[in-house]
């Protein structure tokens, strides 16, 4: 059964600072999906990373994907408060289209 | 906003009870998938639908359905319901190719079971 594991859960930083957040799954995928959730909305599709080595990068976020490692990472630049939210990777299962999500990173920043 | 539409937006129900969910995929999207978020459970993936026929099957309960019908919209049913069935459902949907690409959520349905 693939499973994917968040860490942290829990992230409290201050504003101007600098995080990765870790993403780790237990079987092979080669497509990892990043999305932000605000509190009692939807989910917002962050990044798509393809391939081993990808690496994409919007604002102050970056996101890579070691598929030999089965890690993705989710590296937070200089953080502001806009950026408060939970943060979710999903891993799809080879030929289907089901996604798996992790745990959910719940990101906070203060000033 | 992702295109993608769900009504209603909340809902509040006794247990026993049975309730609809209805979600309107992106113009042009063939898939839909139904998500449930918990607390206790995270986001589950629930059924996946493609052009009126199931393509996958995640952890859905045989208290729960769906389909989708020929205009793509999807219902979700979920019947004798219970406590713990209180949760976030969110609809996705994607596949203009219909296969592996990125999923775009409704804003959810918010079922709270009394």
């Known amino acids: 059964e693939l499973k994917v594991e968040q860490n942290p859960l829990f992230l409290s930083m201050q504003e101007g600072k600098n995080y990765t957040i870790y993403c780790n799954y237990s079987t092979t995928s080669d497509r990892l999906y990043w999305y932000r959730q605000d509190p009692g909305k939807s989910l917002e599709s962050l990044f798509v990373l393809l391939s081993n080595g990808a690496v994409k990068q919007e604002g102050r976020l970056m996101a890579s994907l070691d598929t030999k490692a089965r890690l993705s990472t989710l590296h937070i630049t200089a953080a502001v408060h806009d950026l408060s939210a939970t943060y979710f990777c999903?891993?799809?299962?080879?030929?289907?289209?089901?996604?798996?999500f992790g745990t959910g990173t719940r990101l906070q920043v203060f000033p | 906003d992702s295109g993608v539409t769900q009504t209603p937006k909340h809902l509040i129900t006794a247990t026993g009870q049975r309730v609809t969910l209805r979600c309107s995929p992106r113009s042009g999207d063939l898939s839909v998938y139904w998500y449930q978020q918990s607390l206790d459970q995270g986001l589950q993936f629930l059924i996946q639908?493609?052009?009126?026929?199931?393509?996958a099957k995640g952890n859905i309960l045989e208290r729960f359905s769906a389909q989708q019908f020929p205009d793509l919209h999807s219902e979700l049913n979920l019947s004798s319901l219970e406590l713990g069935d209180s949760a976030l459902y969110f609809c996705?949907?994607?596949?203009?190719?219909?296969?592996?690409?990125?999923?775009?959520f409704g804003p959810g349905t918010r079922l709270l079971v009394l």
């Open positions: 999903a891993v799809d299962i080879l030929n289907t289209d089901k996604l798996i």
């Open positions: 996705a949907s994607s596949g203009r190719t219909g296969y592996r690409e990125t999923q775009y």
């Open positions: 639908y493609y052009n009126g026929e199931e393509r």
